[in-house]
């Protein structure tokens, strides 16, 4: 097992390692005594492995409630949202007592806002079970659920007292949800290690497993040093968005059906890229992509997703920040009124 500590506004473990889910009991109880655990999950993961889960924490001595809702997007939403508050006041949960996210990233935004909002504030544990999730979307405390009018819209910080990331979770993973993870992981390549860039580039979807434990350690510790230095998200953490400004347009646009979230990241990075980078960084990041089962482009024009844009959290008055990378392992944030914008990108 390797551990990675956070030190944002709460210091705690990042716990990597096979095996780990059926040892979350014994790991959390270095963090907390046992009180209620409340498991918050889909019913996709709750049949892998929500007994396995359940079991452990029980064995080490917390009482265990779970809520289990439908799997998918559409479910990150107040509807939701409202049925886990309710689910919490039926259980008697306390603010000495814990959430468990046991899934991929709509289970732990919709569980860590949860978290955030109840009670003022409650403890919770990520427990993510997708590649998406564990290089990603458990680290750093962001939550949120969705509007009708955009992606992740309402949310707060709230750094979880632990991830537990196992990596045999991805051997249930489908193909296509695998994929979707690697878009995040090209990501990190591009915006700050091109080193990993160059490890991806010799590998491709049906043979990443070979080396998937560190690929995930390393996504992990490039996005802890990254919150450290901006938990907030006011500077440097928004090069984190690389591919994700035209990125959720392409969900928005496709309403969150067509494409997940990390394939619509792929092709929202090489859109960029095919707008900001050489030919030759262009065909090699669209390489990499398809590579991985991936997007480079989408039906959809320009035109159509440009203005889509306008309704990204990025936005700062009439202005759009959006990220760029000009060199592989070397991203920058640039900014202009959103009409600009538009304009731009119509050339």
Not at 14 to 38: E, H, K, N, S, V
Not at 109 to 130: N, S
Not at 300 to 328: T, Y
């Amino acid at each position: 097992m390797k551990t990675i500590t956070v030190h944002a506004s709460r210091t705690y473990p990042i716990w990597i390692g096979a095996g780990q889910l059926a040892q979350c009991g014994q790991l959390l109880r270095q963090q907390r005594t046992p009180q209620t655990a409340a498991i918050v999950t889909d019913d996709n993961v709750d049949a892998l492995y929500g007994a396995t889960v359940q079991v452990s924490l029980e064995q080490s001595g917390f009482h265990v409630v779970k809520f289990v809702f439908p799997h998918g997007e559409k479910s990150k939403c107040s509807a939701t949202l409202n049925q886990v508050y309710d689910f919490l006041c039926e259980n008697a949960v306390t603010r000495t007592d814990c959430l468990i996210a046991l899934g991929g990233g709509v289970v732990g935004d919709l569980t860590g806002f949860a978290a955030a909002t109840y009670l003022r504030g409650l403890d919770y544990v990520q427990i993510p079970t997708t590649l998406l999730a564990q290089v990603d979307s458990s680290v750093g405390g962001k939550t949120a659920i969705d509007l009708p009018g955009g992606k992740n819209l309402v949310g707060a910080f709230l750094q979880p007292t632990a991830v537990i990331c196992d990596p045999d979770t991805l051997q249930t993973l489908p193909r296509k949800f695998l994929a979707d993870g690697m878009g995040e992981v090209i990501k990190y390549g591009m915006i700050r290690d091109e080193a990993l860039f160059e490890l991806l580039e010799q590998y491709t979807l049906d043979t990443i497993h070979d080396v998937i434990a560190d690929v995930i350690s390393t996504c992990i510790d490039i996005k802890r040093n990254v919150v450290e230095h901006d938990e907030f998200d006011t500077g440097e953490r928004m090069i984190l968005n690389f591919g994700h400004t035209l990125g959720h347009a392409v969900e928005s646009y496709y309403h969150y059906e067509t494409y997940t979230h990390g394939s619509a990241v792929a092709a929202g990075m090489c859109m960029m890229a095919k707008k900001t980078c050489s030919d030759a960084l262009y065909e090699r990041l669209c390489r990499c992509v398809t590579a991985y089962d991936l997007p480079t482009q989408v039906p959809a024009s320009l035109a159509e997703l440009v203005p889509l844009c306008g309704k990204d959290k990025k936005r700062a008055s009439a202005d759009l920040r959006f990220v760029v990378c000009e060199m592989i392992g070397n991203a920058s944030i640039r900014s202009m009124p959103f009409a600009e914008f538009v304009a731009w990108m119509a050339q």
